[in-house]
């Protein structure tokens, strides 16, 4: 099965601030890398597919970034709505799998 | 509106059994894969299993091969996951979601149905 491990495990941020997030698979899942946003009690929501193709109604400042290993989710300036955790999953192989997420938390 | 309402879950004894199902909506089922995630209290997300359009291909996670079963009726717009031998590790939120690109990311969940496995 293809690990996958996401850096930092949570972020403190401020509004404004520019956040990047690591997601790193086991091998490589060529482009094939999806980000995920999840609010406490909620589903999840798509952000990114196929690396860094942005999901239809998802802001810009949302961007992916990354190929073979690793990836690479950037918020170009956080929002108040942005404070959640996110999961990068593989869908190169299966089973699929999801990293661990990363909070990102208000500073 | 596009949408997926899970329903079917609940508190279970280990070893028991339980059928959970989805209902899709505003969209035409039939032309998508279709996949279950759960997510255990307080933890990550994980893949379970996901459908083919016409059920001709299944694919499950290795920690429920045997014990849990994916199928779908696209006549009644419906996804369904039977689950047997229930383990408390299985103590999850079962969430519904439509697959893209062979099924492989998932653009619309549901909101999720609630899984107790214990005693």
């Known amino acids: 099965d293809i690990q996958m491990t996401q850096s930092p495990s949570t972020l403190s941020a401020s509004v404004g601030d520019r956040v990047t997030i690591t997601c790193r698979a086991s091998q490589s899942i060529s482009s094939w890398l999806a980000w995920y946003q999840q609010k406490p009690g909620k589903a999840p929501k798509l952000l990114i597919y196929?690396?860094?193709s942005l999901e239809s109604g998802v802001p810009s400042r949302f961007s992916g970034s990354g190929s073979g290993t690793e990836f690479t989710l950037t918020i170009s300036s956080l929002q108040p709505d942005d404070f959640a955790t996110y999961y990068c999953q593989q869908y190169n192989s299966y089973p699929f799998t999801f990293g661990p997420g990363t909070k990102v938390d208000i500073k | 509106e596009v949408q997926l309402v899970e329903s079917g879950g609940g508190l279970v004894q280990p070893g028991g059994s339980l059928r959970l199902s989805c209902a899709a909506s505003g969209f035409t089922f039939s032309s998508y894969w279709m996949s279950w995630v759960r997510q255990a209290p307080g933890k990550g997300l994980e893949w379970v299993a996901n459908?083919?359009?016409?059920?001709?291909?299944?694919?499950?996670v290795d920690s429920v091969k045997g014990r849990f079963t994916i199928s779908r009726d696209n006549a009644k717009n419906s996804l369904y996951l039977q689950m047997n031998s229930l383990r408390a590790e299985d103590t999850a939120v079962y969430y519904c979601a439509r697959g893209r690109f062979g099924g492989g990311y998932m653009d619309v969940w549901g909101k999720g149905t609630t899984v107790t496995v214990s005693s």
């Open positions: 196929k690396a860094s």
């Open positions: 459908i083919k359009q016409d059920g001709s291909e299944k694919y499950y």
